[in-house]
Structures are given as C-alpha cells and as structure tokens.
C-alpha cells in the first residue's frame, strides 16, 4: 500500500518509522574515554572552560604553541555531550555563517573572510591527518537544493557569481533521487562531513598527547581576579583553579561572565536517524557522492550519510523556549520528530520501508550575527568566544586560534578583523526576547511560504542588521 502520495504522508508510516528510536544522540553512541573529576586545586598557565570543539581546539593548539605552559581544561559533564556531539557533522569553511550572512556584515572583509575560512578547512583536515584522528572526515562537498520553484532563481545567481556549480532539476535528480528537487548549487570545496562526536574524542586524546591536563565533572561557576592571578571555583567547596589566563568556551551554557549573559540564547535542533540502509535502498535514492546536503528554505533541513550508511536528517523546527533556559525536557518533544519523520519520506518516499533508530535535539548558541563573536576581560587575562549558530564544527578552530591571538596580545590578520573586534547587539531580557524572536520564527515561515518575501519585521531586522539569511 502506497503510504506517501500528492505531498502528504500517512501517520501511520510516521508512527511506525518513529516506533523502536531512542531518545539519545547516535554520535554519542560509541566508545568515549573518561576522564577524571578534579578533586585537588590545581595551578596552569592557561585554563580552558568547556570541552566542546571551541576548548579542545584551543587547549590543543595553546599546548602547540607554548609546549612548556601546562595547560588545563575542565568540562562540566563530559567531553562532547553537547552540542559537539549533537550536531549533523557539517564542516563549513564559512566563518561567517554562510556567504550572504557575511556579505551583509562585513562587505569590506568578505574576500579575506573567505580567504581565511578556506584556509581554516583546508588546515583542519591537514591537522586531522597529521595527528592521525579518525573522524570519519570526508571532503564531500555540499548541496544546496532548491524545493520550491522561486528559490532556483537564487542558486541560478549564486553559480553565476561563482559561487558553485548550478545543476537544474535533471542533472540534481540524476544524482540524488528525490521527487522535491528543482535545482541545486554544487559547492565542491567548502565542505567536508564528520563524525561529531569521534572528532571531539579524537581533539580529546591529542590534546592529552600535548601534555593538557583534561577533567569531566568539573563545573566552572565562579571567575575571580581580584589578585595577581584568575581563580575559578568548581561550586560546593570542590577545588579551585588558579590560571595566568583563562578562554571560556562555553558555548551556550550560563556564562562565567555577567556582561556575556544576554548575548547568546539557546536555539533547540531537532535530528533523525536512520538504521544502517540496505544496499537496495542505497539503490533507489543514489546519491553516490555522499553530499552534505540542504535545501534553500529560511527554516531548513540538512542530511548526510554516515559512514555505515545511515541518513541523519535534521533542522526546521529550531525552537526558543521562554526564559532562555538549557533544559533536557526540551529534547522530546514528539511533534517535532513526527514532522521531521514525515518530511523525510516527502524527500525521499522510496524509503518508506526505512526506520529511525535515534532521534535527538540539542541546544544551538545563538547571537544576533549568527556567527562566532570574541572579547577579552578582566585585564585581558580572559578571552571568550560565543555565537555560532549551529555552524561551528569548523569555525570553532579558527575561533580557537582567535582566542590564543588575543591572550597573546599583539595584533595578528585575525584578531584586526572588523568581526572580531565588534561585538554584537545582545538579546533584550523576557518576556521581549521571546516575543521577538517566536516573532521573528513566524515570519520567516511565511516568507518560505510565500515566495520568499519577507515582512515589515524582517525587512526591519534586515535593516538594523538583525535579519537573518540562512
């Protein structure tokens, strides 16, 4: 019986694909070294907060640059729990967060901002096969595909500013077989895929090779610098941290610094996994080149296979909830994943027979640039780096190195940059930030719905430099 038809999908194919998923990341699901608690104060020339990409990257390359400084980085939980290995595992060479997010801002920056972003790739996957991680890292390329008629103009304009190679509806069919796809923009150098969760382990254990100090269960919540030197207490009279310098890389977690607190919100994305596809299945939607892909919408969705052959399938339904709050409640929420399931088999509905194995959702650090946002504290001991928006797999190591330039105190090309130097606007405190952006969410639906055009509220955010592009 034919359960996908005329743009609709049955529930019961929904409910039945969703069945036997569990609540929980399948990145995570893998072996992960553990790491002790610290339980003694300890002394290091550099402190790290966070063990996410953004900290490992830069204990990892402070330990590189400085091999006789002790280095020491403190994770909450552990190593990659959050969003690193949360996320669809899509290593952008933008550290803009996407071209025309760039373009906007910094117009005057752009060709070096490319330039750098680029360069960053192309080290990453340098790095990752000089220190042997194995990350699974693939350098696919990516697509983006048009679903509805009015976004084919866009990618046409796109190749024709060479930004891509343009592939109109049979070309982009011939290669990956869905029903939904009008066209695509091939980029083929800006993007490698990963395993999140294996990379974060991977930094983990070169990180320890440099000679840094790595502890779990170590909860940052206080930064003292009345005296010569930071102290970080770890809260309930557990040990404390004394460090020369500190970087705070706490991505979307309650920031150890006041003035930081309303410059992030936590933004919830919603991801599927399937079990492993036969080689059948593989068959009838092609897709030989292993792409990253996603589709041209405001609210959009982005896949990939893995490495077993799986699709992981997210996006769309980004979600704020009032009060701004990281809470585990938010991550089962089974609306989401019957919309998501059921955009899937729109996509591809010769995989109606195909489970979900997992489903899960994590927390995006949001700003109101959508991209990494820097600054120095306390003397200019403490650096921090916050924002990116749910594109930070490969930004997080060019932020890393930003940080370690800022620490180090004379200019360098990256810390000169006009995006490093200027900070966004911050978020206004509740109830207006939820109105306005639930607002702002509401609206960008509607431009999706009507050929892209955008309201008075987002003409007015683009105006005031708030808008947001991708």
Known sequence: ???VFDGQVAPALVERALAASRLDSMWLDIDRPRYPALTAPISCDLLVVGGGYAGLWTALHAAQRNPDHRVVLIEAHRIGWAASGRNGGFVEASITHGLENGKTRWPN????LTEMGL??????QDEIERLGL???WQRTGMLAV?????QV???REAAEDGEGEYL?????????HSPTYRAALFERDTCAIVHPAKLAVELARACERAGVQIFEHTNATALNSGGAALTVDTGRGGPVVTARQAVLATNVFRHLLRRNRLHTVPVYDYVLSTEPLTDAQLDSIGWRNRQGIGDCANQFHYYRLTADNRIVFGGYDALYFFGGRVDAKYEDRPETYRMLAAHFFLTFPQLEDVNFSHRWAGAIDTNTRFCAHWGLARDNKVAYVNGFTGLGV???RFAADVCLDLLAGEPTPRTELEMVRKRPLPFPPEPAASIGINATRWSLDRADHNEGRRNPLLRTLDALGLGFDS
């Open 134 to 136: 194995d990350v699974e």
């Open 1 to 3: 019986m034919k359960t």
């Open 168 to 176: 109109d509806e049979a070309a982009i069919r011939a290669q990956v």
């Open 146 to 150: 048009a679903t509805e008629q009015h």
């Open 394 to 396: 490969g930004a997080a």
């Open 109 to 112: 920056e752009i060709e070096l």
């Open 119 to 124: 360069d960053n790739l192309n080290g990453m």
């Open 153 to 155: 103009e866009w990618l």
